[in-house]
């Protein structure tokens, strides 16, 4: 139990500096709460920490790794973008449209939903998020924006012959219906998805304890 | 002291304007969309930098 105790504090010496003994980087929430005692005044500390980040990027990931992060934020930004494109598009090709009228608008509220609910999500099942983050990607562009502006371009091509013909009519009254399949429900389906995951994945363990228990490594075997 | 309570009626105004313009409820839903990217951006970049660095277990 001592020799236990004895390791465990060499070890915490050991780590003070940024990297393992082979070189590996260390992990960096460890490395802050050891190293920045809350003695020092806030602005400095905060300022001290972007600068050590910063640094420790550069040391280890170099270059790459600010460009990997930069084009990060940057396809985050163009998906917002996208989003209000394709939404403001899908609001002028619909004007007039029956029973397709505002649909930009209902297509900005299905996307906002669909990415409050992932964000939301993400507190509660932690161990997923990365998948919810994949599934919120598949709904905004895979189903709701890109089919949909699509559609609303259809829409806004065919409603400049629609007559009293029988063709005219299915027509002018099957593509709004379409459309609300396309762009509303999603967000409705999106909801129950995320609310009933746990179900649907049946289990509540986490990747770690998923793996202990599969390599036998969760102590059941002493 | 007219000119001051003037000067000041108008600036109030003015953010009663800029607060009306912005509690428009598309502005408020691009935001609310905004701030959710926002927070997935906020979880890539965390998991890119746990990719980064070694995991540290304390007994392993």
């Known amino acids: ?222 | 002291m007219d000119t001051l309570g003037a000067g000041l009626i108008t600036m109030a105004n003015g953010l009663f304007d800029l607060l009306i313009s912005i509690t428009n409820p598309l502005v408020l839903v691009v935001v609310a969309m905004a701030l959710s990217m926002s927070w997935l951006a906020l979880i890539e970049r965390d998991e890119l930098d746990r990719l980064g660095s070694k995991p540290e277990i304390g007994q392993h």
């Not at chain 1, 990297?19 to 400095?44: I, R, V």
């Not at chain 1, 990027?57 to 170099?62: I, P, R, V």
């Not at chain 1, 973008?81 to 394709?86: A, N």
């Not at chain 1, 967000?187 to 986490?206: N, W």
Request: overall charge positive.
């Open chain 1, 1 to 222: 139990m001592s020799r236990d105790h004895n390791s465990r504090d060499q070890r915490r010496v050991e780590v003070h500096n940024d990297f393992f003994s082979d070189g590996a980087p260390t992990s960096q929430q460890f490395l802050t709460q050891q190293q920045y005692p809350t003695e020092l005044p806030g602005t400095q500390r905060i300022t001290d920490r972007a600068t050590r980040v910063a640094s420790r990027l550069t040391q280890f990931e170099g270059l790459r790794g600010r460009s990997t992060r930069a084009s990060l934020v940057a396809r985050y930004i163009s998906y917002i973008l996208t989003i209000i494109f394709g939404s403001g598009l899908t609001q002028a090709a619909t004007q007039g449209v029956k029973y397709a009228e505002g649909g930009g608008i209902f297509m900005l509220i299905s996307c906002t939903s669909v990415s409050v609910v992932g964000a939301a999500a993400t507190l509660f099942y932690v161990n997923l998020r990365n998948e919810i983050i994949a599934r919120v990607r598949h709904y905004i562009f895979g189903i709701i924006i890109f089919p949909g502006t699509l559609l609303a371009l259809f829409i806004y091509a065919t409603a400049s012959w629609w007559g009293a013909d029988t063709f005219s009519t299915t027509v002018s009254t099957a593509l709004p219906v379409l459309f609300l399949v396309t762009v509303v429900l999603p967000a409705f389906i999106f909801v129950k998805e995320i609310a009933g995951m746990r179900s649907i994945y049946r289990s509540t363990l986490d990747d770690e304890e998923a793996v202990a228990l599969w390599s036998r490594q969760d102590g059941l075997q002493r």
